[in-house]
């Protein structure tokens, strides 16, 4: 019974990993804007920060929309945890794991196969603190 307990204990573990991070709050969502352009001029760089979601275990079991979404969710939270309110968007990397096997078919003859999946997403932001109307928060 022990055995099983912990069984179930690791596989919620392990699913718990497969959806995106905590959604943003609606704070966050209300307070934080995420961009690929650039900020505006009267805003000041405050830090920069890395969002991520997914590693080499359970990435795989993660979909590539749950792993972006996750990553930016991330991000956005970390900017706003960095008293920021404007992120912009540097870097968006995915990762990949594979493997792959060789094999014999015995008579002299090598064949092989190998594959991978996305298996996490790493964000990179410039977080700057934006006069909220300059950035269409007010």
């Known amino acids: ?3 099983f307990i912990t069984s179930l204990i690791a596989l919620a573990l392990t699913m718990s990993g497969c959806a995106a991070i905590q959604p943003v709050s609606p704070e966050v969502n209300s307070r934080v804007i995420a961009s690929t352009n650039p900020p505006p ?19 795989g079991w ?3 929309a749950n792993l972006e979404q996750g990553s930016m969710n991330d ?9 920021g309110n404007y992120v912009q968007l540097v870097t968006n990397r995915a990762g990949a794991t594979g ?5 014999s078919d015995g ?4 064949f092989g196969s190998s594959s991978s999946s996305q298996t996490n997403v790493t964000s990179t932001g ?3 603190r934006c006069p909220p109307k300059s950035i269409g928060l007010e």
């Open 107 to 110: 008579h002299g003859g090598l």
């Open 75 to 83: 991000l956005k939270n970390k900017a706003y945890l960095a008293h």
């Open 126 to 128: 410039n977080v700057y």
């Open 62 to 64: 993660t979909s590539n």
């Open 41 to 59: 001029k009267e805003c000041k760089f405050v830090s920069q920060v890395l969002g991520s979601q997914g590693n080499f275990f359970t990435g």
């Open 99 to 103: 493997g792959g096997s060789i094999y």
């Open 1 to 3: 019974m022990k055995r």
